[in-house]
């Protein structure tokens, strides 16, 4: 018997994981456990344009940084609400990832990933000095909590579970753009674009649309995650954080949704349970990924394996023959 | 006759000084097996390449039921209903053999964006989807592999699947560009049963072909190209008496 993974999804998010930190009651592991959310989403939307687009990218630091700092200057310059700036990110991230994507999906493999590191690098680096806008190393503090319906999500649950639903959100996008018919076009452009082209697809167009949904996807979860942290910095904003990212889609999985939240999970926690092993985390950190990479070069669940486990969930949605084998 | 489907006029195509296609012009007439032949060098793949959209020409029109396609989005030819194969292989190897063929039945239909986020919509779009890829797995003996990666399917097979995927785009005309390349000879009679079957379900197509034997004996027409030029163009009778043509083409065999 298959677990549906859908529901399932929901109940460990909503339910189970939050009744366990319930018990164990740590804002630590609160915090923890909200971070995994955020990094899931970032890691989902890197793997519909990594994976499923097959576009090496180096810049989930760039929309995820300029969601956060429109939230932050929005809020703490302007006085604006969540909901608003939630909003705002988007629609700048919308408008950004359209003419960087323009530009971008001209180039292919190599070229499109050193394209994205100059962007992820310049990011960092207009960050740093533009002081008057982005107060340059300090950062901003004091940004308001959640505010939805009048309610203050502040404290370690109730920031968890405004994550949770953002989080379950945008899985649901990912999951409804990798596995249907819109999943199938660009997994084609991937594979062979001038072949998808003589059957009619715009490949251009797909390639520039996966890309404005990666960075509005990203920026959003920017924008939630400087309010509920309530404090960002250049630094939560390096290329590391990108190539972290990025890490964490190729051991879960290139291109596979279940392998993106296996990622996160791992790219988050890892560094968390080996704080036993002092300062040798960082090198057994490496070992780690590079072993799982050597042995498991499709990573932990790989894209076929999600692509057939998902077919019947999506029946019609994705042209199959709805469950006939 | 009616009125051609395909009309190509003076089209040239320059290399560097090379005349890789040199002031052709032929029609395709509606229901027609066109076969395009011509020996190795002589622009049959550069001609292809023009009048598909692969490549511009330098010159010369390309009209296709009414469309001005040269030089124009090969997403957009296909889309007004020509299809093509390719002479090597193009599968994509990852996705299944379901998802393959569907391709041109999703090129034909789009990829909204916006649809896809909605179930509703997604499904009645899908099954449009499902439904032409259906059809066209089914008349490729492909039904029994839609879950298979196309990348396990035999040499013969991925020819069939190509042509399965060009016609999930529901064309009005079908180029196969040197589709019994590589094919033994059962398969290739194969090949030529199902090009005269489409051919008899009203589909218009251009056969690209090396197989000499195969042309002469399914085409309706044939063209012969030679340095670029166009030097025959007749029934296989005419072409097989034309001595321009068996000088250029088959050889003096006489």
Redesign the interface.
Known sequence: MRIPILPATALVVLVVVPALLVVVDSAYIGRLAQLVLITIVLTSALNLLTGTAGLLSLDAAVYYGLGAYTAAILSVNAGTGFVVDVLAAIAICAVFGFIAGYAFVRLTSIFFAVATMALAISFHTTVLNWGELTRGPMGYRGIPPVVLFGHEFSGWLQTYFVTAAFCLAALLVAHRLMHSFYGNAVRAVREDEECARSLGLSTRRLRVEVYVVHAVVMGAAGALYAHSNQFIGPDNFVMLESALVLIAIVVGGIGSLPGAVIGALLIVLKPELLREVGHLRALVFGLVLFLSILFLPRGLFSEGRALARFRRTMRGAWAHRGGAR | MSAPLLEVRGLSKRFAGLRAVDDVSFDVVPGELLGLIGPNGAGKTTLFNCV???AAPTAGSVTFDGHAIAGR???RI??VGL??T?QNL?V?????V???V???????IG???WE??W?GR??????A??EA??QALAAFDLAGY??Q?AGNLSYGQKKNLEMA??LS?QPKLLMLDEPAAGLNNTETAELAERIVALRERGLTIVLVEHDMPMVMRICDRIVVLDSGRLIGDGTPAEIRRDPKVRAAYLGDES
């Open positions: 598909t959209g692969a989005d090969p997403a296909a889309r299809a093509r390719w193009r994509f190897p990852d996705i299944t379901f998802d393959n569907s391709i041109g039945a999703i090129g034909r990829t909204s964006l896809a986020l179930p997604a499904r009645r779009r899908g099954e989807i499902a890829t259906l839609a879950d990666p995927r060009a785009l």
